[in-house]
């Protein structure tokens, strides 16, 4: 088998269990918590998104990718961990604006997929090196599985205060 391979496997068992743990663990939380306390848990995993310049670490490290796809990156995930914060920042203190940044949140993740998935496409590479092995096989899918329960909190609760008022949506 080789790294690549090995990092494709890696990646698909974390994405099974985050979606596991999800399952039995997160998605009963939400369901007792209010409306922005259920965003604000969901939005704190991509804060931690500023970790993506390590991408230049462990490009000098001998991960085979181009200034460009890893400046693409970076650009990406700074984005979103700054639009995530700013959204934690509205939602404490229940701002209704704190929704907007959700979806904005939501919309700048998905385009930050694709591009990571163009990328990938366009200019294939070995298995990731240093850090970004770990960034890419832990990380990475437990974003990816937060990202459709965030989804689900912002348009199911629509209509539920921020104000910490809890409607059990079933």
């Known amino acids: 088998m080789i790294m690549s391979q090995l990092a494709n496997l890696v990646q698909f ?11 039995w663990y997160v998605v009963p939380w939400l369901r007792k918590h209010g409306r922005a306390e259920a965003l604000i848990a969901l939005t704190w995993f991509h804060v931690f998104r500023y970790s993506s310049p390590y991408i230049f670490l462990s490009q ?17 995930d700074l984005i979103g961990a700054a639009i995530a914060l700013v959204t934690i920042i509205l939602l404490r203190r229940r701002a209704r604006l704190g929704v907007v940044f959700s979806w904005l949140l939501v919309i700048e993740t998905i385009i930050d997929f694709v591009v990571g998935a163009r990328e990938r496409a366009i200019d294939p590479r070995a298995g990731p090196t240093g850090v970004w ?31 910490g008022n809890i409607i059990l949506v079933q």
């Open 13 to 23: 068992a974390s994405i099974v269990v985050y979606a596991l743990i999800a399952l």
């Open 60 to 76: 000098r490290e001998g991960y085979p990718i181009s200034d460009v796809a890893a400046f693409e990156i970076m650009i990406g």
């Open 133 to 163: 092995w770990l960034i890419l096989s832990f990380f990475a899918p437990m974003i990816l599985v937060s990202l459709p329960l965030l989804i689900w909190q912002i348009y199911t609760r629509r209509d539920e205060p921020l104000d």
